[in-house]
């Protein structure tokens, strides 16, 4: 008697090809996260065009197999027809996240309408007509093979995908993937449901095996192409990247500036280094934000934003040609120096509380801040590059500073605000949000602020990891620069031990 085992020994093949097609096998061995990134966006974005006919093409086939007396099968694919609509609707809405994820840890940002709009890839297009031929054809029934292979597909490999994404991207990845992590669920039932429709035509109507069995066969072959062409288009995509990479890289011209009492002038006066005198100007243009917060714009009318701060800080600089783009600054807290951003924030009782939680001393935090880009850039793709370079060249510095001494920790915290979405890059990029403290609004920025913290570069994003080494050659922290930061931890460990003593 021919059963459902006699369709799965005829699907077994295709079953095996499909396994060790290339886009599985991609996936597989893939330990790219920017690829795999891509490929979920490309996956998403073709998907749409073989999702959203998925209600159509089962009732047609209701439609078309009850006009053949196949009353049972009929009755069962309309059934089913309702479970499938607007599924289209989470890939696109998965897009979306998975596009505004990337755009705010990436230099070159995606278009997710952009990516809507390309042309159906061969294997989406093998897989769309396949559905039509069998629909219009003779064999109609073959709608129940072909939902039964490619509901099968999460069950078989859902875990192995949402498993590698998790590994390279973080468990939060799982928000952006609504179409598979549900499909991992509904689709368990039914398989079991078009196993059990299934086996009854084939029992009951033997002479329908092959044309099951064929059907069932080419979808996964098509399915195996689609996945193919989303593996290529990402790859395709990351090498653009990185090209365009290479070539923007050059335009900015970068610069370290030391705090004034680490260089051999630091009695020179802060008012006279024209190069601070930019960096305030800068800062207060940007901040101003179009009359958001006055308190950055002169009475003659120029932009300033002065603070106490700058000259016992690190400035990281960018300049197009001679032009000031893009700073960040970065503060060693010293017992003797004045408080940081952070700590004028919360205040010098929470701040103290906040050291405790952490379990650090004031000398082994780090903030970094001022994190400004020229909004002259800002429409175009240099902004996000800019931004993440300057994040990148802090991380560098910070790293530096704490490997120059064995016994103090380079703790980096973070004041970041919300409005420019400064927070949401810094979680992207692997800083956390400081346990107990909550977002703060500041008057001085009319913002809600995060404080973010990050205790080992380790934890960080491996692509923001790789970026922080390209920008530690970029402001050349050479080996004279590295014994000046460990003289000077040393230096504020000696501090740090008299003023402990005195107390």
């Known amino acids: 008697m021919t059963s459902l085992s006699d369709y799965e020994d005829l699907l077994a093949p295709a079953r095996e090809r499909f396994a060790q097609s290339f886009g599985v096998r991609a996936l597989e061995s893939n330990r790219d996260a920017a690829l795999c990134e891509l490929f979920l966006m490309y996956f998403c974005a073709l998907g749409v065009y073989m999702t959203k006919p998925v209600e159509d093409w089962i009732k047609r086939a209701a439609t078309h197999c009850t006009s053949m007396g196949l009353f049972h099968v009929g009755r069962a694919l309309r059934l089913h027809a309702a479970a499938e609509a607007d599924h289209h609707l989470l890939m696109i809405a998965d897009l979306r996240s998975l596009a505004s994820r990337w755009n705010v840890r990436h230099a070159f940002p995606i278009d997710a309408d952009a990516l809507l709009s390309r042309s159906p890839s061969p294997g989406v297009v093998k897989y769309c007509q396949l559905h039509e031929e069998s629909i219009a054809g003779e064999t109609p029934f ?36 609504s179409f598979v992590t549900k499909h ?6 039914h398989t079991d449901l078009n196993a059990g429709i299934l086996a009854d035509l084939i029992e009951c109507s033997p002479w329908t095996l092959p044309a099951l069995a064929s059907a069932g066969s080419s979808v996964l072959d098509a399915y195996a192409s689609f996945l193919g062409d989303c593996v290529q288009l990402a790859q395709d995509h990351a090498r653009s990247v990185e090209n365009q990479s290479d070539i923007d890289q050059p335009f900015l011209n970068w610069t370290l500036k030391l705090p004034s009492h680490w260089t051999p002038n630091c009695e020179i006066e802060s008012s006279s280094l024209e190069w601070l005198t930019n960096v305030r100007a800068l800062r207060g243009r940007v901040l101003y934000d179009n009359g958001r917060r006055p308190r950055f714009r002169t009475p003659e009318g120029g932009f300033l934003d002065p603070d106490p701060i700058d000259v016992r800080a690190f400035h990281i600089l960018a300049y197009d040609d001679a032009t000031l783009v893009g700073c960040v600054r970065l503060y060693h807290l010293e017992p003797d120096g004045p408080p940081c951003v952070t700590e004028r924030i919360l205040g010098e009782r929470t701040f103290s509380e906040m050291l405790q939680v952490l379990n650090v001393r004031r000398i082994d935090i780090v903030e970094i801040g001022r994190w400004i880009v020229d909004p002259r850039y800002r429409a175009t793709k240099r902004d996000l590059a800019l931004s993440i370079q300057l994040a990148a060249a802090s991380g560098a510095l910070a790293k530096a500073l704490a490997q120059a001494s064995d016994e103090l920790r380079g703790y980096v915290i973070c004041a970041a605000g919300t409005k420019d979405r ?11 949000p400081v346990s107990g403290i909550g977002p703060i609004y500041c008057e001085d920025y009319k913002d809600d602020v995060h404080i ?3 205790s080992k570069t380790q934890q960080l994003n491996l692509q923001f990891i790789g970026l922080i080494d390209k920008m530690e050659k970029e402001i050349r922290l050479d080996d004279s620069l590295l014994e000046s930061f460990r003289v000077r931890w040393e230096h504020a460990r000696r501090s740090s031990n008299s003023l402990q003593a005195t107390t």
């Open 452 to 454: 973010l913290c990050c």
């Open 422 to 432: 400064q927070n949401m890059l810094l979680t992207r990029v692997g800083m956390v």
């Open 184 to 189: 991992i669920k509904l689709d368990s039932a």
């Open 142 to 177: 073959a709608q129940i093979a072909i939902e039964y292979e490619i509901e099968m597909l999460p069950l078989r490999y859902g875990d192995l995908v949402i498993g590698r994404c998790i590994e390279l991207l973080g468990a939060d990845i799982l928000s952006c993937c």
